[in-house]
C-alpha cells in the first residue's frame, strides 16, 4: 500500500462506485468555493474521458523528493540520495517551519544555523502526502482550507508543480522520455544509490519525480485534476 495518484477520478468512480464518486463531487464543490474566495477561474472536473493512475514509491517516495527540493531550494548541493530518515531532513523541516512562519533570529542567522529559502517549491512540498487535490490551473500561492471539507487542506496548481517538477528533473539529469511504467524507472527505484548515472542512483527520487511530472502532464491534457489518494 501507497500513495496513489489519479487523473480523471470521476471516468474511473462514476462506474465502478458511484458512491464514492458522489463524495468526490461534494469535495470538488468545494473546490469551487476556494477557488471563488481567491478571486479565480472555476474548474469542472470531467465527468467522461480515459482515467489515468499510478503508484508512488509508497509513502515515503514524496519525501525523498521534497527532500531534494528543500536544499536546492536553499542554494544547497544534491544531498547523498535518500534513506527512511528523508521526512525528518533538518533542511527539509526548515522549509516546513518557514512556511508555517517558526522564522530564525537574527543570531541563528549569523551562525548559519538555519538555511535562507526562496520557497520556490511550495506547491511541491506545502502539499498533504496522503491525500488532497491539484489543479490544472496557474496560480501562484497554494491555497489553504478547511481539511474537514477539503481532504489534505490544501490546494495545489498543476502548472506550478508541474515547473517545480521540471527543475527536479534536470538537477537529476532524468531522461525526458522516462514514464511510469519504464523498466528502467523501476529498476533504479530497486537498486537506490546504485547505478552509472545521477537519476540512477537518486532511484527513489527520480521515480518518484518521474510519476509526478506524467500526471501533471496527463491532467493538462484533460483537464482533470490530480487526486491524492
Known amino acids: 500500500m501507497g500513495l496513489s495518484l489519479s487523473v480523471g477520478i470521476f471516468a474511473d468512480l462514476e462506474e465502478d462506485d458511484p458512491e464514492v464518486a458522489q463524495d468526490f463531487a461534494q469535495h470538488f464543490a468545494f473546490v469551487g468555493t476556494v477557488l471563488e474566495r481567491a478571486g479565480l477561474p472555476k474548474h469542472v472536473e470531467p465527468s467522461t474521458g480515459d482515467a489515468w493512475g499510478a503508484q508512488m514509491y509508497g509513502y515515503s517516495g514524496l519525501h525523498y523528493l521534497r527532500r531534494i527540493a528543500a536544499h536546492l531550494d536553499a542554494g544547497f548541493p544534491l544531498p547523498s540520495p535518500g534513506d527512511r530518515k528523508s521526512s525528518a531532513d533538518p533542511v527539509l523541516k526548515a522549509y516546513f517551519a518557514e512556511v508555517s512562519g517558526q522564522k530564525p533570529g537574527w543570531m541563528q542567522r549569523l551562525i548559519r544555523k538555519q538555511p535562507r529559502f526562496a520557497r520556490s517549491f511550495d506547491h511541491l512540498i506545502v502539499h498533504s502526502d496522503a491525500e488532497g487535490f491539484y489543479l490544472p490551473q496557474?496560480?501562484?500561492?497554494?491555497?489553504?482550507?478547511?481539511?474537514?471539507?477539503?481532504?489534505?487542506?490544501?490546494?495545489?496548481?498543476?502548472?506550478?508543480?508541474?515547473?517545480?517538477?521540471?527543475?527536479?528533473?534536470?538537477?537529476?539529469?532524468?531522461?525526458?522520455?522516462?514514464?511510469?511504467?519504464?523498466?528502467?524507472?523501476?529498476?533504479?527505484?530497486?537498486?537506490?544509490?546504485?547505478?552509472?548515472?545521477?537519476?540512477?542512483?537518486?532511484?527513489?527520487?527520480?521515480y518518484s519525480c518521474v510519476v509526478l511530472r506524467e500526471a501533471c502532464r496527463k491532467s493538462l491534457t484533460s483537464g482533470a485534476a490530480i487526486v491524492f489518494c
Open 138 to 206: 496557474n496560480f501562484e500561492q497554494v491555497l489553504f482550507a478547511d481539511d474537514k471539507k477539503l481532504p489534505g487542506g490544501m490546494l495545489g496548481s498543476v502548472p506550478k508543480l508541474l515547473a517545480e517538477l521540471e527543475r527536479l528533473a534536470a538537477a537529476l539529469g532524468i531522461p525526458d522520455d522516462l514514464h511510469s511504467q519504464s523498466e528502467r524507472l523501476w529498476e533504479a527505484a530497486d537498486s537506490h544509490g546504485e547505478g552509472d548515472e545521477l537519476w540512477q542512483r537518486y532511484g527513489i527520487e527520480s
